[in-house]
Structure formats: C-alpha cells, structure tokens
C-alpha cells in the first residue's frame, strides 16, 4: 500500500522513501520517487559521449521504455542497509548528483553517486551516476612506455 503523505522534499527523503519502499516491497511507491521523463531528458540532453547523436525517437517512447526497463529488474536488497546523503551538486538544469555513503548489512562500506532531478512537486531519482558516464578516452600504446 502506498503513502499517500510522501515527502519528497529533500534529496534525502526522497531517497529514504525509495529505500523504504523496497525494503517493504512497495513497488508503486517506489515509482512515485521516481521520474523517467526526467530521465529521458537527462540522457537525450546531457549524457551521451562528444559528438554522439542524441537517441532516436521522443522523449515519452525512452521514458516508456525506461521504465519498462525499471519493471523488469530484479529490486534491490535494502535490508540491513543504511545510507547517508553526504554531497548535493548541480548537475545541469534541474539535475543534481547526489553521494551517499553506503553500509551493508556485512559492514562494507562505499560511495555512491545517483542523478536526480527537482521540480516543483519535488525531488525525484533517476539513475546511477556511473551508468552514464562517458568512457574514458583511448590513450595511444606508446604512453604506457613512459
């Protein structure tokens, strides 16, 4: 069941409520944290390699398919994780990364970049910042002979 009072009014909370909503099995809550027209823009607009085309078709049919994507894949494992929003930066536009320091349950710890996005009716998660960066440009052979 869903929670009709959810507050996405912090990076923070809107993270916790998506963290919650998998940790209880909440699928439709975990939706309302989340936008795939946002991330549809943020991947048509900012993050495709120097000189690459943007990808074919309207924004709609990639939000669409990216959430058809997001139905389709095995939720993550939030029980006994905790985490810590520990950095908020502008991004482009109404986009921002934000860090989280990370703990399993085991007690590993480590870093984690997500992209997200705010707009008037609040923030909203979209996607890994590591799933989108460019790669890293080819050096030539020689310069590992230095």
Known sequence: MSNPELDRSTPEKTLHAL??????????????CRNFEHEAELIQQHLRP???APPAGPRGE??????????QAQPPDFLGVVTQVVAVEHFAGRFF???QNIRNADGRTFP???????AEDGWAVL???????????TKPWWVFWR
């Open 19 to 32: 963290e919650e909503a998998y940790r209880n099995g909440d699928f439709e809550l975990a939706l309302r």
């Open 50 to 52: 120097a000189g690459a």
């Open 62 to 71: 990639l939000a669409d398919a990216l959430q058809r994507q997001w139905r």
């Open 97 to 99: 990364t934000v860090t």
């Open 112 to 118: 984690q970049r997500t992209f997200m996005s705010h």
């Open 127 to 137: 996607c890994p910042v590591p799933a989108y960066e460019p790669p890293q440009e």
